[in-house]
């Protein structure tokens, strides 16, 4: 089970951390991942981190922009997200890194971003 946080609406240019509680049975052991959806588009992958926090990836439209991190101790997943656009604007899901987001069927609640453009 996933629990997102950390949502709200921000300025363009300003920033946001979100924070995801997961399930300790599943959490040190896999890859994390943060994930977003616009109304209308395909749930995707921005921002993934390794089991161990050696290794993460971002999407091209965040990279520079966007941090994800994680605390194994605390079963918690962060994104620190600056340099907001409104093209950010989207629902946030945290999940392990290598479910298919366009099959996958359990996901949180998720935590609204919106920028106002």
């Known amino acids: 089970q996933m629990v997102e946080s950390g949502g709200g609406v921000v300025q363009a240019g300003g920033s946001l951390r979100l924070s995801c509680a997961a399930s300790e049975s599943i959490f040190s052991i896999n890859a994390m991942g943060w994930f977003r959806q616009t109304p209308g588009k395909q749930r995707e992958l921005v921002a993934s981190?390794?089991?161990?926090?050696?290794?993460?990836n971002y999407a091209d439209s965040v990279k520079g922009r966007f941090i994800i991190s994680r605390d194994n101790a605390k079963s918690t997943l962060y994104l620190q997200m600056n340099g907001l656009k409104p093209e950010d604007t989207a629902v946030y899901y945290c999940?392990?890194?290598?479910?298919?987001?366009?099959?996958?069927?359990?996901w949180g609640q998720g935590t609204q971003v919106t920028v106002p453009s």
């Open positions: 981190i390794s089991s161990a926090a050696g290794s993460t």
């Open positions: 999940n392990l890194a290598l479910v298919d987001p366009a099959e996958y069927k359990y």
